[in-house]
């Protein structure tokens, strides 16, 4: 079958959260942008993909899509996936290899992904070729640092409650003291058979990792997310080197090299590829395989792209959670996932599935 790629257009919304402001220890966050991407073929299949950012600034990446990519895109074969995405990546060449310019190519590569499976006439996890059919969830719903402990204990408890028996809380208050408390009120109230998880959100420095997160390790923390900045692997595998509670890292790292770097030097216990960071899906799988390679667990992150990593979830053995988080901006999808008794049902309709209902993006559209 040939196909060729007749245009190729972008949406940026800004969207409101239904729930109150939350914060984690850099930002406060009361809106979520998001970038929608069409890609019209002749054959009459419409792939959708998307990228997303809870600090402002997508537009960056949106303006690398209209000018950068659409001319490599228009009158190519959307099967020829790898090719385009190599072609993509060397207009950013003296403008940025990470960051915007790769959210702009993740969010076409999707789309190029969901061409593909829609042609296929398979969901995403299904044309990948299945590890599992069901998935298991973590929440992140719960536990922002702006909540009082009060209001930690009482969310955790309500997602334990549900059907979660796994929640992660955030850290980085200005007194460690404080985050320390925080989790051992968490542990006392939803006791030992509850996996808890922590999140830094990357505001430590290597002496303060060291002692407090050593003791963490008091209240039985399944992992310590993003202790210091994703830069610094050399800090988090001395780090790891000197506390028995696992580091995760990988939702503010951008490419396979980097996460070869942490795997290799033993900076990282818990991989949190998320495919909207780097090149897309198909960078995501060859993460996946190389932490499979060292018998390390792969742990989707995911903000608002549940779906896609739900998928690419179930189609990878040693993907063990996926996260669950801003749970409100469900009803932004078309046909979103959700969790029911701690586990995400998966998608049955063909594609990749990240397209945004046609009434929000007219709602909250911004450019
Ligand atoms: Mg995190």
């Keep these: 079958m040939s196909l060729k790629i007749t245009g190729v257009t972008t949406t940026l919304l800004r969207v409101p959260l239904a729930q109150r402001t939350i914060t984690d220890s850099q930002s406060r966050v009361d809106a979520v942008e998001f970038m929608q991407v069409r890609v019209e073929t002749d054959g009459g299949v419409t792939g959708f993909g998307m990228n997303w950012s809870y600090t402002p600034g997508l537009r960056a990446?949106?303006?690398?899509?209209?000018?950068?990519?659409?001319?490599?895109?228009?009158?190519?074969?959307?099967?020829?996936?790898?090719?385009?995405?190599?072609?993509?990546?060397?207009?950013?060449?003296?403008?940025?290899?990470?960051?915007?310019?790769?959210?702009?190519?993740?969010?076409?590569?999707?789309?190029?992904?969901?061409?593909?499976?829609?042609?296929?006439?398979?969901?995403?996890?299904?044309?990948?070729?299945?590890?599992?059919?069901?998935?298991?969830?973590?929440?992140?719903?719960?536990?922002?640092?702006?909540?009082?402990?009060?209001?930690?204990?009482?969310?955790?408890?309500?997602?334990?409650?549900?059907?979660?028996?796994?929640?992660?809380?955030?850290?980085?208050?200005?007194?460690?003291?404080?985050?320390?408390?925080?989790?051992?009120?968490?542990?006392?109230?939803?006791?030992?058979?509850?996996?808890?998880?922590?999140?830094?959100?990357?505001?430590?420095?290597?002496?303060?990792?060291?002692?407090?997160?050593?003791?963490?390790?008091?209240?039985?923390?399944?992992?310590?997310?993003?202790?210091?900045?994703?830069?610094?692997?050399?800090?988090?595998?001395?780090?790891?080197?000197?506390?028995?509670?696992?580091?995760a890292v990988g939702e503010t790292i951008y490419t396979k090299f980097a996460f070869r770097d942490y795997i290799e030097s033993g900076a990282v216990r818990y991989v949190q590829a998320d495919a909207t960071k780097l090149l897309g899906i198909d960078e995501w799988l060859e993460v996946a395989a190389l932490a499979s390679a060292f018998n390390l667990p792969i742990v989707p992150h995911t903000n608002v792209q549940q779906k896609l990593h739900v998928q690419l979830a179930a189609a990878t053995p040693g993907a063990i959670l996926v996260e669950s988080c801003y749970e409100s901006l469900n009803e932004i999808w078309v046909e979103p996932v959700t969790v029911r008794d701690g586990y995400y049902t998966l998608p049955e309709e063909p594609g990749v599935g990240l397209r945004l209902r046609d009434d929000v993006v007219q709602k909250h559209r911004v450019g």
Excluded at 79 to 90: A, S, Y
């Design 61 to 247: 990446a949106q303006v690398m899509v209209d000018e950068n990519y659409v001319p490599v895109l228009v009158g190519q074969d959307p099967f020829m996936r790898k090719e385009l995405v190599r072609r993509m990546f060397f207009t950013n060449h003296f403008v940025g290899r990470v960051g915007a310019a790769r959210v702009g190519i993740a969010a076409v590569e999707f789309a190029l992904w969901d061409v593909a499976s829609k042609i296929a006439n398979l969901p995403l996890w299904r044309y990948l070729g299945p590890a599992r059919d069901r998935v298991k969830a973590y929440s992140t719903d719960g536990g922002w640092l702006s909540w009082s402990v009060d209001e930690l204990v009482r969310d955790a408890t309500r997602l334990v409650e549900r059907g979660f028996d796994a929640v992660k809380i955030k850290l980085g208050r200005l007194d460690p003291r404080e985050d320390y408390e925080r989790i051992g009120a968490v542990r006392k109230a939803l006791g030992p058979a509850i996996r808890i998880m922590t999140d830094v959100n990357c505001a430590w420095n290597l002496a303060t990792a060291r002692y407090w997160g050593a003791k963490l390790a008091d209240h039985d923390v399944f992992w310590l997310e993003e202790p210091m900045p994703p830069e610094d692997v050399k800090s988090h595998a001395e780090l790891q080197r000197s506390i028995p509670v696992p580091i």
